[in-house]
C-alpha cells in the first residue's frame, strides 16, 4: 500500500543521501521512479550529497503541478511507482497536496526529504504541510553535534560568521567552516556570506556558534 513518507531532520544529519539511496533500492528492483529536487546546493535539476554522490532530478518551482509530472494527466499517461522529493521544505503548500493525491488516487509511494524548520526555529510552510499529511514522519538516526557535543536539533544561520535570526527564510548556503561561506541568493543578506551551522538549542537561543564558543 502506497505511503506518503516524511524524512526529516536538522542540516547535516544525511537527508540527501538517503533520498539517493532509496531511490536506488526502488529502481534495483525494478520500480521506475521520478525524483524532484529544489534549490539544491548543487544547482539546479541534481540531488546532491555532501559525501560526493549526485543524480539528475527534476527542478521544482512554484509552477510544477505534481500530478500532470507523474501521470501525465491525459494520452500519455505514465506508469510510475514511486517518487522522491529532496528539500520539500521548499515546496509548496499545494504541491504537498499534489503528492498526498498521488500516494491515493494512483498509489505512488512518495518519499519526502527535507528539514522542518528555519534559522529562525519556524517551520516551513511545505514541512508544516508534510507534518500535517504524511502516513509517516521518520526522523534519521545520523545526529548532527552541536559544536558543544550534544545533539544539534536548529539549524543557524551566519553572516560573514556572525548568527543572525531575521532575514528572508531561504538564502542558500552550505554547513561549513567560516572558511568556505558562500555569497547569499537572497536580497536581505546582500553583501554579505551565507553559512549554516547545526547547534543545540541551548546555544541557539543564546546565539553562541563554534566561531565564538
Request: with cysteine; net charge negative.
Amino acid at each position: 500500500m502506497a505511503e506518503l513518507v516524511f524524512f526529516t531532520g536538522t542540516m547535516d544529519c544525511g537527508k540527501s543521501t538517503l533520498a539517493l539511496q532509496t531511490d536506488w533500492t526502488h529502481r534495483s528492483r525494478g520500480r521506475t521512479g521520478i525524483l524532484f529536487t529544489r534549490q539544491d546546493r548543487g544547482g539546479p535539476a541534481t540531488i546532491s550529497s555532501r559525501l560526493g554522490l549526485s543524480a539528475p532530478a527534476v527542478e521544482v518551482t512554484d509552477a510544477t503541478d505534481f500530478w500532470r509530472e507523474v501521470t501525465g494527466d491525459g494520452p500519455d499517461e505514465r506508469t510510475v511507482d514511486y517518487v522522491i522529493c529532496d528539500e520539500v521544505q521548499f515546496y509548496r503548500p499545494e504541491q504537498i497536496d499534489q503528492l498526498a493525491r498521488l500516494v491515493d488516487e494512483r498509489d505512488v509511494d512518495v518519499f519526502a526529504f527535507g528539514i522542518t524548520t528555519d534559522f529562525r526555529t519556524r517551520l516551513f510552510p511545505g514541512s508544516a504541510r508534510l507534518v500535517e499529511l504524511a502516513d509517516r514522519i521518520r526522523r534519521l538516526p545520523v545526529e548532527p553535534l552541536c559544536w558543544c557535543g550534544r545533539r544539534a536539533t536548529h539549524n543557524a544561520r551566519t553572516v560573514d560568521g556572525v548568527m543572525v535570526v531575521e532575514g528572508e527564510q531561504v538564502a542558500i548556503g552550505n554547513v561549513a567552516s567560516e572558511t568556505e561561506m558562500e555569497p547569499a541568493s537572497s536580497s536581505a543578506q546582500a553583501g554579505g556570506a551565507v553559512a549554516y551551522e547545526t547547534l543545540c538549542r541551548r546555544h541557539h537561543r543564546q546565539r553562541i556558534t563554534a566561531r565564538h564558543a
